[in-house]
């Protein structure tokens, strides 16, 4: 079921069968910066659908769609949230945070075992005075190993 809300200062609508999608328009670009996901019934919505609906909107890729920061309002029915949508690739390797590369899949997380990261931090510690930088560079070097 769905229900049509009107927003004031909304441009854009997107309608599934179970959420309806309002995006503000960003700045000239036509790009969504916060979005509006009204889903009566539902608890809320995955954020891959999320992807797919804005993409088609906005005529994009959803590998290139990124949402993030959806709070849930009280009493549920409706959730707002930030959604950036890049260019190409390139450019959302350069500017999205790593962890959010790592949620998309765009990278893999580096694992580190936790004896390494310790023994570079002690490491790291002891040492004072003007080596101080170049000793935490190499720290942390032998911790990304």
């Given at each position: ?12 609508v ?6 309806e ?11 969504p ?17 999320l992807?797919e609906?804005l993409a088609?909107m ?16 009280f009493?549920?029915?409706k959730?707002?949230?930030?959604c950036?949508?890049?260019?190409d690739?390139d ?8 962890y ?13 075992s ?21 000793a ?5 070097r032998?911790?990304?190993?």
């Amino acid at each position: 079921m769905i229900i049509d809300v009107i927003h004031p200062g909304r441009a854009n609508v997107a309608k599934s069968e179970l959420c309806e999608l309002l995006a503000g328009m960003y700045k000239s670009d036509a790009k969504p910066d916060d979005i509006d996901v009204i889903h009566p019934g539902r608890a809320n919505v995955a954020k891959s659908e999320l992807c797919e609906l804005l993409a088609g909107m906005y005529k994009s890729d959803a590998k290139l769609t990124t949402v993030f920061g959806f709070k849930t309002a009280f009493g549920g029915g409706k959730s707002t949230g930030f959604c950036l949508i890049y260019d190409d690739e390139d450019s959302m390797l350069k500017f999205e945070p790593k962890y959010r590369l790592v949620r998309k899949g765009a990278i893999k997380a580096k694992e580190y075992s936790r004896k390494a990261i310790k023994e570079a931090k002690n490491k790291r510690l002891k040492i004072r005075g003007t080596g101080a930088s170049i000793a935490k560079h190499k720290a942390k070097r032998a911790g990304d190993d």
